[in-house]
C-alpha cells in the first residue's frame, strides 16, 4: 500500500472513533480523490496493466489488519458515493476479509470475487503500483465501489448489490452484514467474525475427532470379528499345529485391535474437548445473536412458522435440489461441520452416535405435528441428543457430514415412511432464498422484488428402518 493511503487510512480511522456511527440509514462521506477513474465508463481494452497471471492467487496472499480495512472502506465509499458498510460486508460475504480469495468455483478471484471478465471493465489502480490487482485489497475494494456506483448506487444499493450477485439472498446477506457495521461500527463486525471463526474452527474440530473415533471403533469392531474366528478355528483344530497357528493369528489381531481402541480412547479424549470448546464458542456466539444482522452470519437456526431449517449456514452455502435420486426424501449440501438443528418442537425417537453402512450417524424425531423425520450421514451427534430426549425448535442435534453411504458432507433428510417430498412442502419452500439455494433452478425473485433505499447516502456527512437406494 501507498504511503498515500497509509496516512489516509490513519487520518480516516481516527476520524471515524472520534465522530462514532451514524445514525439509522445515513452514512456520512468525505471528498473523494479526483484521480479515479469514472464510475460512469468502463475501461477501454488495454488500458489497465494487469497482474502477470490474473487468475492465480500470488504466493503470499495480502492480508490486512481490520483497521486498514475499514480505511479502504471508508475511502472507497466516500470515492465513489456508496455505502462503506456495504462495502464492508461484501468483503465478508465474498472473502471472509481476505481469506478465502478463490478462485471459486465460477471462477471468481480476489478480495472482492470479481469474475475476469468484470475486472478488465471495472479493476483500477488504487494503491498506485502501476498494476490493476484484484488479489491487492487497494485495487479491489475500490474497484467494487466503482461497480457499484456504475450500477447505481449512489441512489438505489440494493439493485447496485443485486447487479454484483443476481441473488435476492445475496442481496439480503450483504445489506444485513451490512447493517450490522452500521449498528456497531468495525468493532461489533470485528467481534461478530472472531465469534464467527471460533464456530468455524470448533465445529470443524467436533467433526474431526468424531470421524476418527467412528473409523477406530470400526476397525476394532471388524478385527474382534476375525479374531473370534481364530479363537474357534484353534479351539476345533485336531492338529497342534493348526491349533498354534490359529492361536498365533489371533493374538496378533489382538494387538492390534486393542492398539485401535487406544486409538479410539483418545479420539474420544478429543471429541469432549472439541465439544467442550464448541459449547463455549456457541455460548458466546448466543448473546450476539440477538442482534438480527448478527445471527445470519453467526449460523443461528433460520425460524420460519412452526418450522426451523434443519441446516444452519445460510444461502451462500447451504444448496438443496427439487428432486432426490427415486424416492421422497432430500438431500441439503452444506460444509462439513455446519451446525444441524431439529427442524421442529418433538422428541427423539432413536439416535445413533455410532455409522451404519447406509445412514451413517444419524436420529430419527417426532415432530409435534405427528409427522416423523429422519437426519443422516452427521459426523457428530450433539452428547445432548438421545432417544427419549424433548427438543424445541431450534435445538442443536449435530453436524453436517459425510457418514455412511454419502458422497460429499450434506444432510439427508426423509419422513418415516418415506410418504411425501420435503422439498415440495410449504414450510421447506418457504426458506429457499433465506436460508438455502435450489442448487437445480432459480430461487430469486426479480429485482424489482429488492427492497429498495434500505440505505440513504447523504452528501458529506441434520438401521436399516431408513430406506435407502445405491
Not at 490486512?64 to 466516500?78: H, I, K, P, T, V
Amino acid at each position: 500500500m501507498s504511503r498515500r493511503l497509509l496516512l489516509a487510512a490513519g487520518l480516516l480511522l481516527a476520524c471515524a472513533l472520534a465522530a462514532g456511527t451514524a445514525s439509522a440509514g445515513t452514512f456520512s462521506l468525505v471528498t473523494a480523490p479526483a484521480t479515479l477513474p469514472s464510475a460512469q465508463v468502463p475501461n477501454l481494452p488495454g488500458s489497465i496493466a494487469l497482474p502477470p497471471s490474473l487468475g492465480s492467487p500470488p504466493a503470499r496472499p495480502e492480508q490486512l489488519s481490520y483497521a486498514q480495512l475499514s480505511a479502504l472502506w471508508r475511502d472507497a465509499g466516500a470515492a465513489y458515493g456508496v455505502p462503506w458498510q456495504v462495502l464492508a460486508a461484501i468483503n465478508k460475504v465474498e472473502s471472509n476479509f481476505g481469506r478465502n480469495m478463490g478462485p471459486s468455483s465460477a471462477g471468481a478471484i480476489g478480495w472482492m470475487q470479481f469474475m475476469p471478465s468484470t475486472w478488465l471493465r471495472w479493476g483500477l489502480d488504487a494503491d498506485g503500483d502501476g498494476v490493476a490487482d484484484p488479489w491487492r485489497a487497494a485495487d479491489a475494494i475500490y474497484a467494487a465501489a466503482r461497480y457499484l456506483a456504475a450500477s447505481g448506487g449512489q441512489t438505489d444499493i440494493s439493485r447496485a448489490v443485486y447487479s454484483y450477485n443476481h441473488a435476492q439472498w445475496y442481496v439480503d446477506e450483504v445489506l444485513a452484514t451490512a447493517r450490522l457495521f452500521e449498528g456497531g461500527g468495525v468493532q461489533a463486525a470485528v467481534t461478530v467474525d472472531r465469534l464467527q471463526r471460533g464456530l468455524s474452527t470448533s465445529s470443524v474440530a467436533v467433526a474431526a475427532a468424531s470421524h476418527d473415533l467412528a473409523v477406530a471403533r470400526a476397525r476394532a469392531a471388524a478385527l474382534a470379528r476375525v479374531e473370534a474366528r481364530f479363537r474357534r478355528r484353534a479351539d476345533d483344530a485336531p492338529l497342534l499345529s493348526d491349533r498354534l497357528d490359529a492361536q498365533k493369528q489371533a493374538v496378533l489381531l489382538d494387538v492390534r485391535r486393542q492398539a485401535l481402541l487406544a486409538q479410539a480412547a483418545r479420539a474420544k479424549e478429543r471429541l469432549a474437548a472439541a465439544e467442550r470448546q464448541f459449547a463455549a464458542a456457541r455460548s458466546s456466539a448466543r448473546t450476539a445473536s440477538f442482534d438480527p444482522s448478527a445471527r445470519t452470519l453467526l449460523s443461528s437456526p433460520a425460524y420460519g412458522r412452526n418450522y426451523v431449517f434443519p441446516v444452519g449456514g445460510g444461502p451462500s452455502v447451504v444448496f438443496a435440489s427439487h428432486t432426490h435420486h427415486d424416492y421422497p426424501a432430500v438431500d441439503i449440501a452444506a460444509p462439513m461441520g455446519s451446525p444441524l438443528y431439529a427442524l421442529a418442537n418433538g422428541i427423539v425417537v432413536r439416535a445413533w452416535g455410532t455409522p451404519d453402512a447406509r445412514c451413517g450417524i444419524g436420529l430419527t424425531m417426532r415432530a409435534e405435528d405427528g409427522l416423523v423425520w429422519t437426519y443422516c450421514h452427521m459426523s457428530a451427534l450433539d452428547p445432548a441428543i438421545h432417544a427419549g430426549s424433548v427438543v424445541s425448535a431450534g435445538t442443536p442435534v449435530g453436524r453436517v457430514g459425510e457418514t455412511g453411504h454419502a458422497t460429499g458432507p450434506h444432510l439427508h433428510l426423509q419422513l418415516q415412511p418415506p410418504t411425501q417430498w420435503p422439498q415440495r412442502m410449504a414450510w421447506f419452500q418457504g426458506f429457499a432464498g433465506s436460508a438455502f439455494t435450489w442448487s437445480d433452478g432459480p430461487t430469486t425473485s426479480e429485482p424489482s422484488a429488492a427492497p429498495r433505499a434500505v440505505f440513504s447516502v447523504v452528501p458529506p456527512a441434520r438401521s436399516g428402518v431408513v430406506t435407502f437406494t445405491r
